[in-house]
């Protein structure tokens, strides 16, 4: 199998910032996409801010400028860092990646259980 577990989140007065971190482990042969997802009580999941196994990334219009995505292959782990949070920032986090495990040509998607963060002061 394949876990997600991210960390990294918590309480952060606005203007601040958080790094977060998501390793993948388990059978993995390979990750492609890794994503960055957030959602707000009340609200829908949303797509905060994905990157490919190359490096290309893309960012929700509400975080660009502020956030950045990164990866470090080696490590099977994605980051986002995270400045300039906002209240409206605040929610609980998910990673999700598109693993082909060890034996299988099938490419999933696999989610972490998420971490909160709360921007407030």
């Known amino acids: 199998q394949v876990q997600l577990v991210e960390s990294g989140g918590g309480l952060v007065q606005p203007g601040g910032s958080l790094r977060l971190s998501c390793a993948a482990s388990g059978s993995i042969f390979s990750i492609y996409d890794m994503g960055w997802y957030r959602q707000a009580p009340g609200k829908q999941r949303e797509l905060v801010a994905r990157i490919s196994s190359v490096g290309s990334t893309n960012y929700a219009n509400s975080v660009k400028g502020r956030f950045t995505i990164s990866r470090d292959n080696a490590k099977n782990t994605a980051y986002l860092q995270m400045n300039g949070l906002q209240p409206e920032d605040t929610a609980v986090y998910y990673c999700?990646?598109?693993?082909?495990?060890?034996?299988?040509?099938?490419?999933?998607?696999?989610w972490g259980q998420g971490t909160q963060v709360t921007v407030s002061s």
């Open positions: 999700n990646a598109q693993v082909r495990r060890i034996g299988s040509n099938a490419l999933n998607v696999y």
